[in-house]
């Protein structure tokens, strides 16, 4: 059976290596396959493709568009038109983007098609995976979480794609084949209680402890979540163990009564289980520890992923982390086939069979930069044509270009790149930062990409107290004059006694920002003093339950990085939860 099993990943390997060994005609396939499916679109008929499928006729005809460009198209869809509007056969089914980047999900078209690329990406990554990590027949401790589903005005399904994703046929078979099986039944994954699901997957994860594999979620953030969740409720999980009843907490009907057949009074299990809790100093090792042949944690460390790595590495322990694949709500874009390197390194390969891709060329303006090229406020770079798969040069920056089976074309995603280099003849993608600028008040930009890298300087401060950051967001207050950063920080402690350290904090943030035009701002008082905002512990679990409550799933949830006026309500819990705040003397 196991021969068996490496027979498949290594087809699996294979398969990836045949297409990315000449990967400029297999784009050129692609292509023409996209267009051979949606060539009656109206999208594509309106700007006389005509039937052509190559990809010069394709970039003459076909303009580069945002999601703002197609929208009255998808609108259309989802209202219920049954013409060819962006796709030959009809979407039935939408997908919804988390919505924290711009406080409201997007919706994105969603098909079959996607479903095959998501498994793609899935297989092609556990057979590398599997490679480095080989696992035996067993289950994961996933942490993943259904969102829930509705009708839109023209009856099509609407759902997050994790959601979409994990309701396919597909999804359940793939798991098997990469075996991969989740500890909890369907009922706990699509339980409309996230409290409730959380904890039903910790107990199931402790029931099958000896047979769990590897620990996922879909976000680095969801495994911090989940085993912060698990300091606070270990005692009554072994309480539900030991008397084989579970807990009240848990009132959903077909959750409580999918997870009591599980049950069954195990003593043993339940005094070993406290016995290793009860000997782990602050919960380092947690996961190694209760999961003994667990072989690593999976998951998206990437982006706004990477505060969370330092807490993700203290309960793995010894444990390696690997960093899942690269995709959006739009699709995916290339799968990790590194898998020993660490997730502040990780590439990700593409795969050209899975979508039509191009990468505009970034070159940042030193000048101060017309008007015209400022695209979605973003930073301000030259546009230049875009280039091909194959045409990309390693060490450069580029935003990738994106063209799907499901009606999006010549679509921007957003997101910034650099070329590490190539597997084989596709190029291995390092995520940079999302293009849209993310604070600025006078002339300063300063990406996501750079708060990050003032939040991890920052928190190194904290390395010799008892404080320990929880999360951070920021906001660009104009509201003052002059106008201001603010960064918000939930620590996992009271921060009484810890005036000056976290003055010193505040201080560094600002230092940090090393922008030209942050920097020459602050100096003649264009930009106002940096201000460091403490928030009440929970703070930013109430911003996950507002966004919930909207109908985003756990396991599509990206905190907002930087929370903008007209993200009104968020911006007010963070507001209303403020105990302590400390201005910069950096400038």
């Known amino acids: 059976m196991e021969e068996m099993l490496e027979s498949k990943h290594e087809r699996v390997i294979n ?15 692609t292509l023409k396959r996209i267009l051979e499916m949606n060539g009656e679109a109206e999208y594509l008929q309106s700007l006389g493709l005509c039937g052509r499928t190559d990809p010069e006729s394709f970039k003459a005809c076909v303009p580069l568009a945002t999601h703002s460009d197609l929208e009255p198209y998808i609108q259309r869809v989802t209202d219920g038109e049954d013409s060819p509007i962006l796709t030959g056969k009809p979407i039935t089914t939408i997908s919804l983007s988390s919505g924290t980047t711009r406080g409201m999900p997007k919706f994105v078209p969603f098909n079959d098609e996607l479903v095959s690329s998501t498994m793609q990406i899935y297989r092609t990554a556990f057979a590398f995976r599997n490679r480095e990590y080989p696992i035996k027949n067993g289950k994961a401790l996933q942490f993943i979480y259904s969102g829930k589903q509705f009708k839109t005005r023209g009856g099509l399904t609407a759902a997050t794609a994790t959601t979409n994703v994990f309701r396919s046929e597909q999804f ?66 072994c309480t539900d163990i030991r008397e084989g009843v579970l807990s009240s907490r848990v009132t959903v009907p077909s959750v409580r009564d999918a997870v009591s057949k599980l049950l069954r009074p195990d003593p043993d299990l339940a005094d070993a289980i406290y016995e290793k809790c009860s000997r782990l100093n602050n919960w380092y090792g947690l996961i190694p520890e209760l999961w003994p042949n667990a072989k690593y944690v999976y998951g998206i460390m990437t982006g706004s992923m990477e505060m969370y790595l330092k807490k993700l590495r203290h ?40 979508a039509y891709f191009e990468f505009i060329p970034l070159r940042e303006e030193v000048e101060e930069a017309e ?12 546009e230049l044509e875009p280039v091909g798969l194959t045409e990309v040069k390693a060490g450069e920056e580029y935003e990738i270009v994106f063209t799907s089976f499901a009606g999006l074309y010549r679509y921007r995603l957003g997101d910034v790149v650099k070329v590490k280099g190539f597997h084989n003849s596709t190029p ?13 008040i006078n002339i300063d930009k300063n990406t996501e990409k750079d708060l990050q890298q003032a939040v991890t300087g920052a928190t190194k401060l904290l390395s010799d107290s008892k404080l320990e950051l929880v999360d951070f967001t920021s906001h660009a207050d104009l509201s003052t004059d002059p106008g201001h950063y603010v960064i918000f920080w939930e620590l996992s402690v009271d ?37 460091l905002r403490l928030v009440r512990r929970g703070t930013f679990h109430r911003i996950l339950d507002y966004y919930l ?5 756990v396991s599509q949830f990206k905190m907002p990085r930087c929370v903008g006026d007209s993200n009104a309500k968020v911006l007010q819990i963070l507001c209303d939860n403020v105990v302590k705040n400390y201005f910069s003397s950096a400038f």
């Not at 290596?17 to 396939?29: F, I, M, N, P, W």
């Not at 904890?199 to 680095?220: D, K, N």
């Open 15 to 29: 398969e990836f290596e045949s297409v990315t060994k000449d990967a400029g005609r297999v784009q050129t396939e």
């Open 172 to 237: 359940k078979k793939t798991m098997k084949d990469i075996q991969s099986q989740c500890c909890s039944p369907d009922e706990v994954i699509f339980g409309p209680d996230f409290s409730q699901t959380l904890y039903c997957h910790l107990l199931c994860g402790l029931i099958f402890s000896r047979e769990v594999q590897y620990v996922s979620s879909t976000f680095a953030h969801g495994i911090v979540h989940a085993f912060r969740t698990f300091e606070r409720v270990w005692e009554e999980l």
């Open 315 to 354: 309960y793995a322990g010894d444990l390696p982390l690997v960093s899942s694949d690269y995709g959006s709500s739009e699709g995916w874009i290339g799968a990790n086939v590194n898998p020993l390197l660490p997730p502040e390194s990780v590439t990700f390969a593409i795969l050209p069979d899975i």
């Open 371 to 382: 008007e015209e090229e400022r695209i979605d406020s973003s930073v301000v770079y030259k």
């Open 428 to 440: 291995e993608l390092q995520f940079v930062c999302r293009r849209n600028l993310l604070l600025t």
């Open 495 to 531: 921060s009484d006694n810890e005036e000056v350290l976290l003055s010193e904090c505040c201080d560094q943030l600002d230092r940090a920002f090393v922008d030209a035009g942050y920097v020459s701002s602050r100096r003649v008082g264009a930009i106002g003093a940096l201000e």
């Open 549 to 553: 409550g909207l109908g985003a799933a």
